[in-house]
């Protein structure tokens, strides 16, 4: 048995739009909402379909600044082009376009409605695919992300008293919900990620724990090029899992971007589903109350693979590897040629791996050398 679950869903999506050359396609909700449908998950007893419900500035204005809000606002009332880079405003990767507040928005509202969810409705889990806007800062959009979801979902629970995990399993440094939270205790950050070295947003080293009261309390796995499934669950099983476990929060909320996968075009680690599901599994075994948002993802298919997947571990469903023939039609006439739900098994090169195991052996050693005794002290 497990409790009830909620998916965060409405099908107007479509009236938004980065622009045709911007990667990220607003579409892939619906495409992952059909991919849903077609495995018979979105009937499921237990299991409701939610629309989020509107929620008042001050709510934002718990991270965001007064004057960004006001600027966003502005610039999404009109159809004339605008750009303000004092507020990462307009240009290529946050495009100014009409309704860009009312788009921020509505990501926002589905992941505070989320946790409200499962704090004061009895829901094991509520999912948001629309939220895990992680890049966005207090007065500064980033990365694609306007108004940082997690952020204010976590403050909501926050001033409710609730002590909160956040885990980050997109392919990019979850660093606007790290900042947030950088020297206070009240929630433990961990993201695993490619590496900044080279790779957007440049930050997420194992070296970057927090601080003043927070020290310790921010916890990065950065992953080289190529690592694949088996080093994605060593960071995990070796890091995020046992303190998760020692932290034990009232709430977990998890980012499950899907641009981690082998088959992103924006990025160049070599995970499947294999570790994606494996993770998903695991976190449903902690049976936390859970808050889980969307986030990254390139490739609309493995979107709404990643997604659905998701849902039915949350839902304790077993699906068939082949995808269902009416949704195979749908991606085929889009020019996707996948077949199946779950990846071949994969491995990165020796070479590669060998280099990436090796980098992430050092971070996860140091980890455990500052942060777990810290943990085991004060939660242990
Ligand atoms: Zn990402």
């Known amino acids: ?5 909620a998916l965060i869903y409405s099908s107007d999506f479509g009236r938004y739009s980065y622009g045709t050359d911007h990667p990220f396609k607003v579409q892939r909700y619906q495409l992952a909402f059909e991919l849903m449908q077609a495995y018979g998950l979105v009937a499921l007893p237990g299991a409701d379909v939610v629309e989020s419900r509107p929620i008042e500035e001050d709510t934002l204005l718990t991270f965001h600044s007064p004057d960004y809000l006001a600027r966003l606002r502005e610039f999404s009332a009109s159809d004339v082009p605008r750009a303000d880079f004092r507020y990462g405003l307009g ?3 946050n495009p100014v376009f009409r309704g860009l507040y009312d788009w921020a928005l509505r990501g926002t509202a589905g992941t505070v409605e989320a946790a409200r969810l499962v704090t004061e409705n009895g829901y094991a889990v509520a999912f948001n695919p629309a939220g895990g806007w992680h890049h966005a800062h207090r007065a500064k959009a ?19 008293g609730k002590r909160v995990v956040y885990l980050d399993i997109d392919a990019h440094h979850g660093d606007g919900v790290q900042e947030a939270y950088y020297d206070t205790d009240r929630v433990l950050t961990i993201s695993i990620h490619e590496s900044g070295i080279y790779f957007f947003p440049g930050t997420g080293f194992e070296h970057e724990t927090g601080t003043a009261a927070g020290k310790g309390y921010s916890v990065n796995v950065p ?6 499934d088996a080093l994605f669950m060593k960071a995990f099983d070796e890091v995020a899992f046992p303190l998760i476990a020692v932290y034990n929060p009232d709430v977990l909320v998890t980012q499950l971007g899907a641009d981690t996968f082998r088959t992103d075009p924006l990025t ?26 969307g986030g990254g993802g390139y490739d609309n298919v493995n979107v709404a693979r990643a997604w659905t997947i998701a849902w039915a571990v949350m839902n304790g469903v ?4 082949r995808l269902p023939a009416s949704f195979v039609k749908i991606i085929e006439e889009m020019g996707f040629p996948n077949k199946m739900l779950f990846d071949a098994m994969h491995w990165a ?5 060998n280099r990436a195991l090796d980098a992430v052996e050092k971070s996860i050693a140091a980890i455990r050398k500052t942060v777990f005794p810290l943990m085991l002290e004060r939660h242990g």
């Open 1 to 5: 048995m497990h409790g009830k679950t």
């Open 91 to 93: 240009d290529v990767e």
């Open 142 to 160: 980033s990365g694609f992300s306007y108004l940082n979801d997690a952020v204010i979902a976590i403050n909501w629970l926050i001033a409710r």
């Open 223 to 228: 992953l080289l090029e190529h690592a694949d």
């Open 268 to 293: 160049r680690l070599e995970i499947t589903t294999h570790s994606y599901t494996y993770i998903l599994r695991k976190l449903k075994a902690l049976k936390i109350p859970w808050v889980a948002v």
């Open 318 to 321: 077993e699906l068939p590897s």
């Open 349 to 353: 090169e020796e070479d590669d791996r």
